[in-house]
């Protein structure tokens, strides 16, 4: 009797379990895996960062340093008390001048994305592509100057004349300082502003990039120049005192003085003993070389030296003369104005910055009037013969041969563009 009671006992509690499964469990569990077959796979977002710091809580204001702006005033405009202004300026001496920002250099502002007043926490300043200054203005004041990574990469480019130089390096996208090195390199050789349609080049250099964008043109490792059927060679080599370039037979390219004192530019004027004056309305000597360029272009001393004049006369506009040695002597006319701290008496180096193209004086327009004395005398500038500098010692030949020897190879294994429509394509 007590195993039947028994066993409709456990028959009444499994059936109570039954039901209890089905109306409390069975549901909740089938919500469960419909949950799961809905659910989305969220990835977490990467942070945003700048300048390698974590940008995601702040608000970031990107612009450029204004004519007459100074650091002083961005942060004032952006509540930093003048207290921390003058703070920062002291902290920054020894690291950065903050009197040294320049209009159209980038400046980016961070500020705390809660703040509706947009208080600057950090500023960075970037006076080029690859400096940039950070300036913290939180717990603590905190200046440091930082770099961001270049990368060095060999590039090479061929290219043939079809009208002149400058619409071939238009066309190839050759930058101005990749041209400019070109031109100095040779500039004694070939007469660049007289190049012959069929003319050839092939260069092999080194191109700066920061983040894949070029930033500039380290140097030219090397030059094939076909100019009238003549081959020219460009090899650089160090014989102890930097990088210097020679031809095939070890003779340097460069001579005393820099053919050129300003970037590879048109003509418009060369030296003559008669000219029609655009403003005296006669006919004249014209004892110097114009060369036509934009307002503000820079102009370089052709070699280094001293400062004889550096002043304002009327028909010469604002200029420079330098002495380089006992038998030479340029000078630089109609400048817009004279660079800063360029005064007579100071030394200058050769390629070095003494004025910026205008039209003062007695010109029509921007252009840079050079002119050239050899002991005394008046002489054109262009067809001035100079002593070349040293050629590869004796000692340095066995190695300048054998570099000169593998250049050569590789210069010859980069093709011509092919005879088409398009005159000119690169590598």
């Known amino acids: 009797m007590q195993k039947r009671w028994l066993g409709f006992i456990l028959v009444a509690v499994l059936t109570v379990a039954v039901v209890l499964t089905n109306r409390y469990y069975l549901p909740t569990l089938m919500q469960t895996e419909a949950s799961l077959d809905t659910a989305k796979v969220v990835v977490a977002k990467a942070p945003s960062v700048l300048y390698g710091m974590v940008v995601d809580n702040y608000t970031v204001i990107e612009d450029k340093i204004k004519r007459n702006e100074r650091l002083g005033d961005i942060l004032t405009a952006y509540n ?249 002597t340029t000078q630089y006319l109609h400048m817009s104005r004279i660079a800063d701290g360029i005064r007579a008496g100071m030394h200058i180096r050769q390629g070095q910055t003494i004025g910026y193209v205008g039209s003062t004086g007695l010109a029509t327009g921007p252009h840079l009037c050079y002119r050239f004395w050899r002991n005394g005398v008046q002489v054109d500038a262009l067809r001035v013969e100079l002593p070349p500098s040293e050629p590869v010692k004796k000692d340095h030949e066995a190695e300048f041969n054998a570099l000169k020897e593998k250049l050569v190879r590789k210069l010859e294994a980069i093709p011509f563009p092919e005879q088409k429509q398009d005159p000119i394509a690169s590598l």
């Open 80 to 328: 930093v008390p003048a207290s921390i202004i003058h703070q920062i300026s002291q902290l920054s001496r020894n690291v950065f001048d903050v009197r040294k920002i320049a209009p159209n250099k980038k400046y980016t502002l961070l500020c705390n994305q809660t703040d509706s007043l947009k208080t600057a926490k950090v500023l960075v300043y970037e006076p080029n592509s690859i400096d940039y200054i950070v300036f913290r203005f939180e717990d603590t004041l905190w200046v440091d100057v930082c770099k961001r990574d270049v990368v060095i990469l060999e590039k090479s480019i061929a290219g043939e004349i079809r009208s002149n130089l400058s619409e071939t390096i238009e066309e190839l996208g050759i930058s101005h300082e990749l041209t400019n090195k070109f031109v100095d390199i040779f500039g004694w050789q070939v007469d660049f502003q007289r190049l012959q349609k069929g003319d050839k080049f092939k260069l092999i250099y080194e191109e700066a990039q920061v983040e894949g964008v070029s930033v500039g043109i380290k140097q030219i490792n090397g030059i094939y120049f076909e100019h009238f059927g003549h081959p020219y060679y460009a090899v650089p080599f160090d014989q102890g005192e930097g990088i210097d370039y020679f031809d095939d037979e070890g003779k340097s390219t460069r001579k005393a003085l820099l053919k050129y004192p300003i970037e590879f530019t048109r003509i418009s004027s060369r030296y003559t003993m008669s000219r029609f004056h655009p403003v005296q309305k006669r006919w004249k000597a014209h004892l110097g070389t114009d060369f036509a360029a934009p307002v503000g272009t820079p102009i370089r001393t052709v070699g280094d030296g001293v400062v004889e004049e550096a002043q304002y006369k009327s028909n010469n506009g604002n200029y420079v003369k330098v002495r380089h040695n006992g038998t030479y």
